[in-house]
């Protein structure tokens, strides 16, 4: 099956710097992929729309600024969470849009201490 | 918000067939069923999905209501391994995906 990868799988960092993620499909063209955030014993909460080639769409109440998206190729989107606070720690996940199916990456863990 | 609704939590005997209920009140004609799963600190599993028809995979089966506004999906011989959380969701062709809070499913040895 379709195959989508996120790098790193664990960071930690200090507050006010600044961490990218890196989501990739890798066996499909994605045209759109998603960026979603869950923190401990919650649902996925969706942040943003990723489309190649064209500015991301932001959920509401998700700060635009501070949530970076980037979606460079058809198979590679970047969250870059900018001035990072410890309540930005969270596992933070993509998915990727593959013909009828929507796949999901192992996820990324961000601790900000 | 989430368009589904299912009960918050299951117990499943290992071994035995876990049925795992949800409601589409909402559903359109032209959406599909979905269900996903979630293991503990991984990403959403796809299981499977279906717009009228039951369907059967190597993971499971799906059973639509006619009326399409319930599903069931069935793990016919749960592992201990089948502990996690299950989504429902009703989507449409390019939708955003939105999860609801789902069922912890827990298979008891």
């Known amino acids: 099956g379709a195959v989508v990868s996120q790098h790193p799988s664990r960071v930690i960092c200090k507050s006010g710097t600044s961490v990218k993620i890196e989501c990739r499909s890798l066996?499909?063209?994605?045209?759109?992929m998603f960026w979603y955030r869950q923190f401990p014993k919650q649902s996925l909460m969706l942040m943003a729309t990723s489309n190649e080639g064209s500015k991301a769409t932001y959920e509401q109440g998700v700060e635009k600024d501070k949530f970076l998206i980037n979606h460079a190729s058809l198979t590679l989107s970047t969250l870059t969470v900018t001035s990072a606070h410890p309540e930005d720690s969270s596992f933070y996940i993509c998915s990727a849009r593959g013909g009828t199916g929507l796949y999901f990456g192992p996820g990324t863990r961000l601790t900000v201490t | 918000d989430a368009k589904t609704t299912q009960p918050p939590s299951m117990d499943c005997a290992e071994g035995r067939a876990a049925n795992l209920p949800c409601n589409h009140s909402?559903?359109?004609?032209?959406?599909?069923v979905y269900w996903y799963r979630q293991i503990h600190s991984q990403g959403p599993q796809y299981i499977i999905h279906g717009l009228k028809n039951n369907e059967t995979n190597e993971m499971a089966s799906l059973i639509i209501t006619e009326d399409r506004k319930s599903s069931t999906l069935i793990l016919p011989h749960a592992t201990l391994r089948d502990t996690a959380v299950y989504y429902c969701i009703d989507l449409f062709g390019n939708e955003k995906l939105t999860f609801g809070t789902g069922t912890r499913l827990t298979i008891i040895p």
């Open positions: 066996d499909f063209q994605a045209t759109t």
């Open positions: 909402t559903i359109s004609g032209n959406e599909y």
